[in-house]
């Protein structure tokens, strides 16, 4: 029988970040995997481009029960640690938004960059295995696979959470958490576009389409980015960002015009250009589909000298601070995260390895450690294996 230092389960980020840093310290490791591809949540990443990391990292980038958990491996593993890593591999990057690094080209380059550092530091790979059972043995713990039953000192779980089943999501590592005691917290779509109802639905989805910034407000969550409306309802960066916030029956307030103080605005145009229509006066804000859209819901017409104070005021209401309930998100289909977890109170910051049983270590994004938009995930995914990696 086989026998190694480390199992890691999960040929994704976390996984084989893990496995590089343990196998450069010596370490006899062996990644597993039921898809059969490694990294394909990375392949997809970024419109496939790879949104790698983010510059500007910090704790309060991320949702967490314990949001104190992420701050040491945050710490010891930076963005800018990643990036000597992606140019000493010579691949082209580029800073799209500020702080955020993607691929010149493709995402591929970063998986084969991972499989090559993989295999520089001697760990073996084996892809399109399942994993039956994972059990407690006299030195360490032991797996029954569909490769034959392995000996490990120490295991890894990196099977990330439930998004996008189609590429291999599954439950796998929360139902190890269970098996062994662990608290799992409850887990949701986040990063995950919008529906609406069928009254939205049938205003908005002639508008598909068109994207304009915006600024978006739900509970504590306060964004501006772009929004994006859909055949199916509101995506886009701002919508994928306070999807983290939304729960199911909430609203969400959208600014159409952020930065613009519609009724001051529009008071002091009026005594420039009373015979200014309204709908001119939006079409320099909004696209113009959107705007006749926006005249035709609000019943928005005539000149600006038409316009009471009153109703100059009731206009920046609906604009400025437009209020929406969604149906719902469009669910683990397309969500690119997974909020909640596995409960990092019974992890060790430090190893990763669970409290009460040193042998079993859990990464990424099967714990409830959950970042913003603007590739945070994937920082996380790089600090955590190389904290645990270090620790193995």
């Not at 039921?34 to 910090?58: E, P, Q, V, W, Y």
């Not at 993989?118 to 399942?130: K, M, Y």
């Not at 062994?180 to 009254?199: K, Q, Y």
């Not at 596995?342 to 990763?352: D, G, H, L, M, R």
Request: glycine content about 10%; overall charge neutral.
């Amino acid at each position: 029988m086989t026998r190694y230092d480390a199992v890691i389960i999960g040929a994704g980020a976390a996984g084989m970040m893990c496995a590089l840093t343990a196998g450069y310290r010596g370490k006899r490791v062996l990644v597993l995997d039921h898809a059969n591809k490694a990294g394909k949540k990375i392949l997809m990443s970024g419109g496939g481009r790879c949104n790698f990391t983010n510059l500007d990292t910090k704790p309060g980038n991320f949702f967490s029960n314990n949001p104190h958990f992420c701050i040491s491996a945050l710490k010891r593993y930076s963005p800018h640690d990643f990036v000597d890593m992606v140019e000493r591999h010579g691949i082209e990057h580029v800073e799209k938004a500020p702080g955020q690094l993607f691929c010149a080209d493709s995402s591929k380059s970063i998986v084969q960059m991972l499989l090559t550092e993989c295999e520089w530091a001697g760990v073996e790979l084996r892809l399109g295995t399942s994993i039956n059972a994972i059990e407690d043995d006299c030195d360490g713990m032991m797996l029954d696979t569909s490769i034959g039953r392995i000996s490990a000192v120490k295991v890894v779980i990196a099977t990330g959470g439930l998004s996008i089943p189609t590429l291999g999501a599954s439950g796998f590592g929360y139902d190890v958490a269970r098996q062994f005691g662990l608290d799992i917290l409850p887990t949701r779509a986040a990063l995950v576009p919008f529906t609406l109802t069928s009254e939205w639905k049938e205003r908005l989805s002639p508008l598909a389409g068109i994207s304009v910034p915006v600024t978006v407000a739900c509970r504590n969550g306060f964004y501006r980015e772009p929004l994006l409306i859909t055949h199916r309802g509101l995506s886009g960066p701002a919508m994928l960002q306070i999807s983290s916030y939304w729960l199911p029956g909430d609203s969400i307030t959208i600014d159409w015009l952020p930065g613009v103080r519609i009724a001051e605005r529009l008071a002091f145009e009026r005594n420039n250009t009373p015979k200014r229509q309204l709908s001119s006066w939006l079409n320099d804000y909004i696209p113009k589909r959107l705007t006749q859209a926006v005249c035709q819901w609000f019943e928005i017409e005539g000149t600006l000298a038409q316009c009471s104070n009153s109703a100059l005021e009731e206009l920046e209401e609906k604009l400025n601070r437009f209020t929406i309930k969604p149906a719902g998100t469009e669910g683990w289909r397309t969500a690119e995260v997974t909020m909640g977890g596995v409960n990092t109170q019974a992890i060790s910051s430090k190893t990763f390895a669970v409290n009460e049983k040193p042998a079993l270590h859990f990464i990424g994004e099967v714990l409830d450690v959950t970042g913003e938009l603007g590739g945070y995930n994937f920082q996380w995914a790089w600090a955590s294996g190389v904290a645990c990696g270090q620790a193995l």
